[in-house]
């Protein structure tokens, strides 16, 4: 991505100075530094340890694309990204769940809007991938 998003009347145009904004949902210090590691010269990346925290984050701020592990302590995944699309403010962020049982949450998840399962172990070409793929989706979606 690599570019700003900027909104006038509907219309989003690109400049080259805008670094997506990430907010990375992740009670796993090593996953977290991990996936920062790989994203972090490309994106801003705001980090949260669990579902409370990052809704705590999104008062202040609206992320670009939210990624989130499924099973966190206090707040996990799942009722995150409910309490997200109940919410008119974060209702249009795309969320990536980083599972390493994606498959038995992608029913539960089938009402969401643009939602992405990934593997835990997922490899970094694609995360980004998923990544560049729900950012340029949430700017058409926009």
Same mark, same amino acid.
């Given at each position: #991505?690599?570019?700003?998003?900027?909104?006038?009347?509907?219309?989003?145009?690109?400049?080259?100075?805008?670094?997506?904004?990430?907010?990375?949902?992740?009670?796993? *210090?090593?996953?977290?530094?991990?996936?920062?590691? *790989?994203?972090?010269?490309?994106?801003?990346?705001?980090?949260? +340890?669990?579902?409370?925290?990052?809704?705590?984050?999104?008062?202040?701020?609206?992320?670009?694309?939210?990624?989130?592990?499924?099973?966190?302590?206090?707040? $996990?995944?799942?009722?995150?990204?409910?309490? #997200?699309?109940?919410?008119?403010?974060?209702?249009?962020?795309?969320? *990536?769940?980083? +599972? +390493?049982?994606?498959? *038995?949450?992608?029913?539960?998840?089938?009402?969401?809007?643009?939602?992405?399962?990934?593997?835990?172990? +997922?490899?970094?070409?694609?995360?980004? !991938?998923?990544?560049? !793929?729900?950012?340029? $989706?949430?700017?058409?979606?926009?």
């Amino acid at each position: #991505m690599g570019q700003q998003a900027n909104k006038r009347h509907g219309v989003v145009a690109m400049t080259e100075s805008y670094k997506a904004h990430i907010l990375l949902v992740e009670d796993d *210090i090593c996953m977290t530094e991990m996936i920062c590691e *790989i994203i972090g010269d490309e994106y801003v990346v705001t980090t949260a +340890s669990n579902g409370k925290e990052a809704l705590m984050v999104m008062k202040g701020i609206v992320p670009d694309l939210v990624i989130t592990d499924v099973n966190m302590p206090e707040m $996990n995944g799942l009722l995150l990204l409910k309490r #997200m699309r109940q919410n008119l403010r974060l209702v249009h962020v795309p969320v *990536i769940v980083n +599972s +390493s049982n994606g498959d *038995i949450y992608i029913h539960k998840l089938s009402t969401a809007v643009q939602t992405w399962i990934m593997a835990e172990k +997922s490899k970094e070409e694609e995360l980004k !991938s998923l990544i560049h !793929s729900a950012l340029r $989706n949430r700017i058409s979606w926009k």
